[in-house]
């Protein structure tokens, strides 16, 4: 009888309205998007400029000042693998998208922060780049693709058809949301990252992945896509030479005469998140 009232009340908050903060070419934004959808969870959903963010998200995430942002009853939640995570805790017995076995979670987080930590900044640097950088830059995403292409083939994830086994878990939903952009950013820089022939099992992974349902309704128009990758990708660029051209008529000029040029705005307040 004691535990009525607990049930009653996290049944309660389970109930509690759902709102995310996110912007339409968020990668971030779509796994949390994604998740709750495969969790068939409702939610009012708010569109954030990037470039004049509302009050509103800066209240609910004071300390990143980024999207996505998810209020459940009144209280906020930043930072998408923490929410993921945090769905799957409050919502236990819809759709899991950790494994119940500890070592399997665990491996699943690994992954998740291997793919932040990682592999999104290896792609982001081939984005950003050209010439012998953006090679480098290639060299090290392909590195960290045959990695997990070897966990594909002989290691955890053998024989599975998602990294979560017969259905899309945790992982799938971390690197499946940015795994689109892999084409995008091939169709703009005329580089091609992701090879059948050097990652099958990869490649066939992101074909089943991309074709479910909920990743249909999650991920927008390539068309769209596009668009903003060109946009972004010309900014980028130009903030770089903008900042050679500055660090080389300082390296010119007599310490009297440096000009004091404003350094280029971190990446981190472009609107782009990948």
Known sequence: MEKAPENASQA????????????????????????LRLKGLEFEY???DLGSKSGELLRHNPVYKKVPVLVHGGRALPESVIILQYLDDAWPETRPLLPADAFDRALARFW????????????????????????????????????IEAELRDGAFKGRRFFGGDEVGLLDVVLG?????????????????????AFP??????????ALDEVRETIPAVDRLLEYARG???????????GAA????????TPAE???????PPAADIAVDI
Not at 177 to 197: I, K, N, P
Not at 232 to 242: K, S
């Open 12 to 35: 309660a908050a389970a109930a509690a309205p759902l709102k995310l903060f996110g912007s339409w070419a968020s990668s971030y934004t779509h796994r949390v998007q994604l998740a």
């Open 232 to 242: 972004v990708r010309h900014m980028l660029l130009g903030l770089a030479g903008a």
């Open 258 to 264: 440096a000009p004091a040029a404003p350094a280029p």
């Open 177 to 197: 949301c940015g795994s689109y952009w892999l084409a995008v950013f091939e169709e703009v820089t005329g580089v091609r990252l992701v090879d059948a022939g």
């Open 201 to 210: 099992l990869f490649h066939a992974w992101l074909r089943d992945f991309e």
């Open 46 to 48: 708010a569109e954030e």
């Open 112 to 147: 998740c922060h291997f793919a932040d930590d990682k592999l999104g900044p290896a792609v982001g640097a081939v984005f950003a780049s050209t010439a012998e950088d953006q090679e480098a830059a290639v060299r090290l995403v392909h590195e960290n693709l045959a990695l």
């Open 246 to 253: 500055a660090a080389a008529a300082s390296a010119a000029a």
